[in-house]
């Protein structure tokens, strides 16, 4: 092992059990935030891989969310199916529908691949909508907290819940690492850096950007199907642009590219809105505002800058 | 009502539609043209030009004409003046790079419409039109061998409708007159074929770029306006404006403006004859999806030369 993979190895085993060790010490409140806040950022993970890695800026990543999140809730819901298989069928629906919608948004590149992507989610909102009769739109429906059991673990109660969303985390940020130290990691990497270059040295380029957003698309389905069952409420508001723009921010915020910018983003995110919304209903000004200075100030975000400067070996 | 009053109905709420949308996307289509950017905030400047209408009209007081002739002079040079702010203090910075162009108008569309949420508030207010005759229309029949006129019941539509499609009209052939005949236009069709060129040829490009961003959010600007009378004006009203432009735009081919004009025909009258006999949800679904496998199989808009 080198002393860089050594040290990074360092810092994510330390900082993966600091959140355990937290459970412990947060009061009530931030104990719950605490357990969104790890679930949206395996979200946000899933969204560096494509974003931060391969270069490949999606506006329609709420679609993938929302296909974990209806494939579990709708598979609980409609077809009495228990919380494990549910959460399977979640994550099948988000690599499916990942599939399809990256084979034909790859044919684009640049600007038109944003606009694929965020039109594609827009039509899986409106689907939501249109099947009013079955997910209730925008409204949404609640999953029953008798229903809400696995591995004989009622993820309604706080302590199971918080340990759940570790899991998941951890489970995110595992993946993301591994995909990252990994040889496919190093070819997103080079497609990123240059696409034409990776492509003449014989990599595949279009079988390495659909692995990509299928990778993607599966860890944010993960992460919607975990939201599904972890707070029991699956609604339409998750499928909408917002929820595609969430993850960008984050990313940004946190640093685009690194393993544990999207924690930091989500986290610093998450606080700054749920301060502001005590003040005011326009609390979207603040993503407003954070997407305009991080785009001209500080492109890199947070872990960026600490890349930049002081720990050059981080992933 | 038959049939056929029905779709004549439903082809003048398209006609008023695709008036409006030819307005707003000419002005996306002039700022990705000149600018080569995507402007996401677009429907925010028609959201904006909705809302200050509305505020002008109350200040003016008085006859609902004058506050409306107000509105209509004033609105979209301040919308316009404030969109050429946000070029020159944030697009320059970022140097119009196409993807954080896109990042930083998101942000700038959640800015304006919840600044706009906590001055004007989460109230939908009308703006009363100058004037509002009710027209009815004729429809005619042929019946035992003889044209029959008649007047069928609620097919109408109003003076003002007639006047926004006109209004719409002259605009556009305003704007076609700016860009093929006057300096401005010559030195905006320059910047858009090689930026680089312009430059070296002395064209003041960043006052191009400035300018041109503030004409296309000034367009968005005045459609709201127009539509204001028929419409509310809401804080969330620009999403729709938004996307429909985009779907525009893109159809008729990207940037390219009697493309976009020819499109808005099209995409306004359809969805008004579509939003007519299925569900509106449907409609849009259609549309989205048809936006993104233009730019999958026919990048250049159904019109355009497939280069790719």
């Known amino acids: 092992m080198t002393t860089d993979l050594k040290k990074s190895v360092i810092l994510h085993a330390g900082v993966v059990l600091a959140l355990f060790v937290l459970q412990f010490v947060l009061p009530a409140y931030h104990h719950g935030n605490m357990a969104r806040i790890m679930v949206l950022a395996s979200y946000a993970i899933g969204y560096n891989l494509l974003f931060g890695y391969t270069g490949l800026l999606s506006l329609g990543h709420a679609l993938f969310f929302a296909a974990g999140l209806y494939g579990a809730g709708l598979a609980m819901s409609q077809f009495g199916l228990s919380a494990g298989p549910a959460l399977v069928v979640g994550v099948v629906a988000g690599v499916v529908i990942g599939a399809v919608v990256g084979g034909l948004a790859l044919r684009t590149e640049g600007v038109a691949f944003m606009i694929v992507t965020l039109m594609f989610a827009q039509a899986g909102y409106l689907t939501i909508l249109y099947f009013g009769a079955y997910t209730r739109g925008d409204e949404g429906f609640v999953i029953e907290q008798a229903e809400r059991v696995l591995l004989g673990a009622d993820l309604s109660d706080p302590l199971m819940r918080y340990f759940a969303a570790f899991s998941l985390f951890c489970a995110a940020i595992f993946t993301c690492f591994l995909a990252v130290k990994s040889r496919f990691g190093r070819v997103l990497v080079a497609i990123r850096e240059n696409e034409e270059r990776a492509s003449m040295l014989g990599y595949d380029v279009a079988k390495y950007k659909l692995g990509a957003v299928v990778l993607s698309a599966g860890l944010s389905a993960l992460a919607g199907a975990g939201y599904a069952l972890l707070f029991g409420y699956v609604g339409a508001s998750f499928a909408s642009v917002q929820y595609s723009i969430f993850p960008l921010l984050w990313v940004l915020l946190g640093g685009a590219g690194t393993v544990l910018g999207p924690l930091v983003g989500t986290v610093f995110m998450f606080y700054l809105i749920d301060l502001s919304s005590g003040l005011t209903t326009a609390y979207m000004l603040i993503a407003g505002v954070a997407l305009v200075v991080l785009t001209v100030f500080a492109p890199h975000g947070v872990m960026g800058e600490v890349r930049r400067r002081m720990w050059r070996w981080l992933p | ?308």
Not at chain 2, 209 to 219: D, E, H, P, Q, R
Request: aromatic letters at 10%; proline letters at 5%; charged letters at 10%.
């Open chain 2, 1 to 308: 009502m038959d049939f056929g009053p029905y779709l004549m109905l439903a082809i003048m709420e398209g006609a008023l539609t695709a008036a409006v949308l030819a307005l707003t996307a000419s002005g996306l289509a002039l700022v990705f043209g000149v600018m080569r950017v995507v402007n996401v905030a677009h429907g925010e400047f028609f959201m904006l030009g909705a809302v200050l209408a509305w505020w002008v009209s109350q200040l003016a007081g008085g006859s609902p004409v004058w506050g409306f002739l107000l509105a209509l002079c004033v609105v979209p040079l301040l919308v316009g003046l404030l969109a050429a702010f946000v070029d020159m203090t944030i697009l320059k910075r970022i140097n119009y790079d196409p993807e954080r162009t896109i990042v930083a108008t998101i942000g700038i569309l959640y800015i304006l419409q919840q600044v706009t949420l906590m001055t004007y508030g989460p109230e939908a207010r009308p703006v009363a039109p100058p004037f509002n005759a009710r027209i009815a229309l004729p429809w005619f029949e042929m019946s035992d061998g003889a044209l029959q006129v008649y007047w069928p019941w609620g097919l109408s539509t109003t003076s003002y409708k007639l006047c926004v499609i006109g209004a719409a009209c002259v605009v556009l052939l305003g704007l076609w007159a700016l860009m093929t005949k006057t300096k401005l236009g010559l030195l905006m069709r320059a910047t858009e074929q090689d930026r680089e060129m312009a430059l070296a040829f002395g064209i003041p490009v960043q006052r191009v770029y400035a300018i041109a961003f503030g004409l296309g959010a000034g367009l968005a600007a005045l459609a709201a306006v127009l539509i204001v009378p028929i419409q509310q004006a809401h804080y969330l009203m620009g999403g729709d404006p938004l996307l429909l432009s985009f779907i525009v735009v893109i159809i008729g081919g990207l940037g390219s403006l009697p493309g976009a004009i020819l499109a808005a025909l099209l995409i306004g009258l359809s969805d008004g004859i579509i939003s007519v006999f299925f569900s509106p949800t449907l409609a849009k679904i259609f549309a989205t999806l048809l936006v993104a496998f233009v730019l999958v199989f026919r990048p250049n808009g159904l019109w355009g030369a497939n280069n790719s």
